[in-house]
C-alpha cells in the first residue's frame, strides 16, 4: 500500500447504485480488509489488488432513471471542456411517465442522505453526482489526470486507480456495467464487480451449475432450497471507524460537470429531485387522501393512517425491523400479512431492500437471534436495547415462528424475482413476458450465465390488449379489442379510448372501491400493499376486465412505489397478467370478492374514496357495502351527493357480484371469513397451514397461515358470496 502523504492520492472509488449500506457490504469489507492488511485468505476475488491509497464513496443520480434537470444550474456554466446537454428528462418507455415519481426520488435521497452521515462518522464521506454514470466517471478521470487541472494544487494530486461497484441483474444496469467498464479500461484502470449480496440466499448456494436450469415456477425453486432458515450465510460485519482508508482532500475532488450542481444539504437535495415530478397537478384528487376530520365509521375507531410513513436510509430500515421484532409484528405476520389498512400489517421492508439499505439476509439474522432469545444487535448505537421489553415481546427466544417462518418465505420470492430477471433478461420487459412465444432467445446479463436462454416450459396463451398509441397497436403482434369487453362492462355503447381508460385507472376511478383505493393510496403514499397490487395488476391486464397493455400498469408502479425493485415489480405484473411465472392459466382477481374478504367493513376502500365515505352502509354487513365496493350500485339516498359522480354513473367495468345467504352450519367457513364458496387464490388453509409445501404466486397466493378472509376479513359470518371468476 503507498503511503497517504506522498503527495500524490491514490484513488478507489467505490460506485455504490442499490447497495447504501455499510453493514453487510462486501465491497466495503474487502476494502477494509486489504486496507487493514488483513488477510484471512477470504478474498472475494483472485484479481489484482490495486495500489490505493484513499477510498471515494460516490453516488450518481443515473440520468436515465431519474429526472436531473432540478439539479441544472441557472447560470450554466461552461468549463473549458465545454458544457454538456442537459439530459432529456427520464420518462418510461410505453406511457412515457416519468421513471422515478417523487415518493421514490424522496426515499433515494433520505437513503444517499443517510450513507453520507454513516461514512462521515466512519471518517469518510460520500460524493454525490448527477448524470450518466459512465460519462461522471469519464469527466471525473480526465480532470484527475489533466497535468494543467486546477485541481492540482500544493494538496497534492489525485490519481484514480479504480472503480468498484456491485453487479445489477437488470439489462439497463448491465450496459451502464458495460459502459463503465470500457471506461475504465481504456484508461487503463482497473474495475472490478462484486456479486450483489443483498438477497437471501447468495448466488454460490444456489443447486444450479446455470440460470438455465431455474425452475420456471416458484414452488419447485423454494423446495430445492428448503429449509430456508439454514441457507443464508453470515453477514459481513460493518466496518469501523479508521478501518477504512482515508478519504481524499475535498478541494481536489472534481466537481460536478455543468450544467449541474449538486444541493449541499437534504433539504435542497430532496426540493431539486421534487422539482421537476409534478404529479400533484396531474392528479388532482389527492385531497381525498383520508384525513381524521373525512373518517367516518360505524363500526370502527381505528384512524386509517399512511401504511408507509417511513423515511429512507439504512439506519432508518435498521429500526424498522427492530420495531417488528420489539412488537411482535414479525412473530405475528402470518396472521395480519393480507392487511390493507396500518403500518404493521406487514414489515414495509421492501424500499430498504430494493435500495439495498438493508440486505435480507440481515433481516434473517436478526430474526434468527431473536428466535433464539438473543437480543439482535444493531449497528445502531441510539436504539434502545431494553432486556426486558424484548424479552415481553410475542415469539422472542420461542425459535422460529410462523410469522418469521412467512417473512423468510416472502425475501425468497425477491430472490426469485431477480434470478427470473437475470434468466430471462430483456424478456422481463416484453408484452409476451417470460412465456412469449415471440421473444427471441436471450443472452442473460449475468457473467455466470451467458449462454442462450430457451424460452420457458409455458408459451404465452394469446392475449389480447388495448394499447395506448396507434403505433404500439400497429407493432405489436396480437390481435387488440378496440373497445372495453361489453360483457364486463355491462355498457355496450360506452367506448373510451386507451388513454382514458389509463387515466381512470391511475386517478382510481374506476368505479371499483378496492381498485380506487388502491390507485389513490399509490398514488398518495408510494405504497400499497400486496394484495391491493394483485388485484390492481390483475384489473388492468385482464381481459375480462380492462384488458390494457399491462407494461403500463408497470410503468406507473415503478413511477409511483417507494420500493420499486425492476424484477420484482416486472415480474410479479408478468405474473398477475398471465405472461410470466404463473403456473396456473388465465386465473383472475374479482376485486369485489377481494374486497368482501380482505376490506369486510369497507374500512380500506371508505379511507382512500373519499366520496365514499359518508355513505351510510346500515346494518346489512357486506350486503350494505356492495356500493361501496360498486358505487354504481348505490340508490335512492345513499347515492345523494354522488349524482353526475363520473365513475359512479360510469363504471368502466360492472361486475356481477352477489351475496348470497348461506346456513350458519352449512358452507365451509374460515375464521372470520365471509366466504361461502372459495375462490382459488383464497382457499381455507387454517393457521397452522403456512403453506410449505402449497402453491402461491409472487402475485397470486397469499392465503397461506391465515383464516380465508384474512386477519381483516369480513365478519360476516353466515353469508357466502358469489362473483365471477375468483
Ligand atoms: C403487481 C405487483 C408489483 C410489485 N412490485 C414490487 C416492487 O416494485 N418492489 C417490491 O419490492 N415488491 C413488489 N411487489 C411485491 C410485493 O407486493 C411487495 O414486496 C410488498 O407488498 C412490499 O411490502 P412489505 O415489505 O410490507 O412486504 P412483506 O409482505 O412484509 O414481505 C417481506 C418482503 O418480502 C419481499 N416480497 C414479498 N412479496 C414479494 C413478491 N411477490 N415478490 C418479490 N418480493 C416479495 C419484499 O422484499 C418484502 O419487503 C409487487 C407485487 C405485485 C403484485
Redesign the pocket.
Known amino acids: 500500500m503507498a503511503s497517504p502523504n506522498s503527495g500524490v492520492s491514490k484513488v478507489l472509488i467505490y460506485l455504490l447504485r442499490r447497495d447504501l449500506r455499510v453493514t453487510d457490504n462486501p465491497v466495503l469489507d474487502e476494502v477494509a480488509r486489504l486496507y487493514e492488511g488483513r488477510d484471512s485468505g477470504e478474498h472475494i476475488s483472485s484479481q489484482p489488488v490495486p495500489d490505493f491509497t484513499h477510498l471515494l464513496p460516490l453516488y450518481v443520480f443515473p440520468a436515465q432513471q431519474v429526472d436531473v434537470s432540478g439539479f441544472l444550474h441557472k447560470d450554466a456554466r461552461t468549463r473549458e471542456t465545454g458544457s454538456r446537454k442537459p439530459y432529456a428528462p427520464a420518462r418510461s418507455q410505453v406511457g412515457n411517465f416519468p421513471r422515478t415519481g417523487p415518493h421514490r426520488a424522496k426515499f433515494t435521497a433520505e437513503s444517499v442522505w443517510d450513507l453520507k452521515q454513516s461514512f462521515q462518522k466512519l471518517g469518510s464521506d460520500l460524493v454525490i453526482r448527477a448524470g450518466r454514470l459512465a460519462e461522471v466517471l469519464d469527466d471525473m478521470i480526465e480532470q484527475f489526470e489533466r497535468d494543467d487541472s486546477v485541481l492540482s494544487t500544493e494538496d497534492g494530486r489525485l490519481e484514480l486507480v479504480g472503480v468498484w461497484m456491485t453487479s445489477d441483474a437488470l439489462p439497463e444496469e448491465k450496459e451502464d456495467e458495460a459502459q463503465i467498464k470500457a471506461v475504465l479500461e481504456n484508461g487503463g484502470k482497473q474495475f472490478r464487480l462484486f456479486g450483489d449480496e443483498k438477497y437471501f440466499v447468495d448466488d454460490a448456494d444456489l443447486p444450479y451449475s446455470s440460470m438455465n436450469e431455474l425452475p420456471d415456477v416458484y414452488t419447485t425453486f423454494r423446495k430445492s432450497l428448503e429449509p430456508l432458515r439454514s441457507k443464508p450465510r453470515p453477514v459481513r460485519a460493518a466496518p469501523q471507524k479508521g478501518s477504512l482508508p482515508p478519504f481524499p482532500t475535498s478541494t481536489l475532488i472534481p466537481p460536478q460537470f455543468a450544467p449541474y450542481e449538486i444541493p449541499t444539504t437534504l433539504e435542497t437535495l430532496t426540493e431539486r429531485l421534487l422539482r421537476p415530478l409534478d404529479l400533484d397537478s396531474a392528479l388532482n384528487f389527492f385531497n381525498a387522501a383520508p384525513s381524521e376530520a373525512h373518517w367516518v365509521s360505524t363500526y370502527t375507531a381505528k384512524q386509517v393512517t399512511n401504511a408507509h410513513p417511513l423515511s429512507g436510509g439504512e439506519t432508518r430500515g435498521q429500526h424498522r425491523v427492530q420495531h417488528l421484532l420489539r412488537t411482535g409484528a414479525m412473530t405475528l405476520?402470518h396472521e395480519t400479512?393480507n392487511g390493507l389498512v396500518g403500518e404493521d400489517?406487514?414489515?414495509?421492508?421492501?424500499?430498504y431492500?430494493?435500495i439495498g439499505a438493508l440486505t435480507?439476509r440481515w433481516v434473517h439474522w436478526q430474526m434468527h437471534a431473536f428466535e433464539e432469545g438473543k437480543i439482535p444487535a444493531s449497528s445502531d448505537k441510539e436504539a434502545d436495547d431494553d432486556e426486558d421489553e424484548w424479552k415481553a415481546a410475542p415469539g422472542f427466544g420461542g425459535g422460529e415462528s410462523e410469522g418469521t417462518a412467512g417473512?423468510r418465505f416472502?425475501?425468497l420470492?425477491?430472490d426469485?424475482?431477480r434470478l427470473c430477471a437475470q434468466k430471462f433478461g430483456a424478456r422481463l420487459f416484453l408484452l409476451d413476458g417470460f412465456r412469449g412465444a415471440s421473444a427471441r432467445p436471450t443472452t442473460a446479463g449475468s457473467e455466470s450465465t451467458t449462454s442462450t436462454i430457451t424460452s420457458p416450459t409455458k408459451s404465452a396463451p394469446t392475449k389480447t390488449w388495448r394499447f395506448l398509441t396507434e403505433q404500439q397497436e400497429a407493432e405489436s403482434t396480437s390481435p387488440k379489442p378496440t373497445t372495453l369487453p361489453a360483457s364486463a362492462n355491462n355498457a355496450p355503447s360506452f367506448a373510451l379510448s386507451t388513454q382514458q381508460v389509463l387515466h381512470r385507472f391511475v386517478t382510481g376511478t374506476t368505479g371499483i372501491g378496492l381498485i380506487d383505493a388502491s390507485m389513490r393510496e399509490l398514488a398518495v403514499t408510494g405504497?400499497?400493499?400486496?394484495r391491493a397490487?394483485?388485484n390492481?395488476?390483475s384489473f388492468l391486464s385482464s381481459p375480462s376486465h380492462l384488458g390494457v397493455d399491462w407494461r403500463l400498469?408497470?410503468e406507473w408502479?415503478?413511477c409511483c412505489?417507494v420500493?420499486?425493485?425492476?424484477?420484482?415489480?416486472w415480474?410479479?405484473?408478468q405474473?398477475?397478467a398471465g405472461v410470466g411465472n404463473d403456473p396456473r392459466e388465465g386465473r383472475v382477481f374479482n376485486p369485489v370478492k377481494q374486497a368482501v374478504e380482505y376490506d369486510g367493513r369497507g374500512e380500506y376502500v371508505r379511507a382512500w374514496v373519499a366520496e365514499l365515505r359518508e355513505v351510510r352502509v346500515g346494518e346489512g354487513g357486506v350486503e350494505g357495502l356492495m356500493g361501496v365496493f360498486q358505487g354504481w350500485r348505490l340508490e335512492g339516498e345513499e347515492r345523494e351527493g354522488l349524482e353526475g359522480v363520473e365513475w359512479v354513473e360510469r363504471p368502466l367495468v360492472r361486475i356481477p357480484f352477489e351475496v348470497a345467504r348461506r346456513p350458519r352450519e352449512g358452507g365451509r367457513r374460515a375464521r372470520g371469513g365471509a366466504v361461502g364458496r372459495g375462490g382459488g387464490e383464497n382457499r381455507a388453509r387454517g393457521r397452522g397451514g403456512r403453506g410449505r409445501g402449497q402453491s402461491r404466486?409472487?402475485?397470486g397466493e397469499k392465503g397461506r397461515g391465515r383464516g380465508q378472509g384474512g386477519s381483516r376479513g369480513s365478519r360476516s359470518g353466515s353469508r357466502g358470496v358469489r362473483g365471477q371468476a375468483e
Open positions: 405476520y400479512r400489517f406487514s414489515t414495509k421492508l421492501s424500499g431492500l430494493a435480507a417473512v416472502e425475501l420470492w425477491r426469485y424475482m405504497y400499497t400493499s400486496n397490487r394483485q390492481c395488476a400498469g408497470a408502479y415503478e412505489l420500493d420499486y425493485d425492476g424484477a420484482s415489480n415480474g410479479n405484473w405474473y398477475v404466486g409472487g402475485g
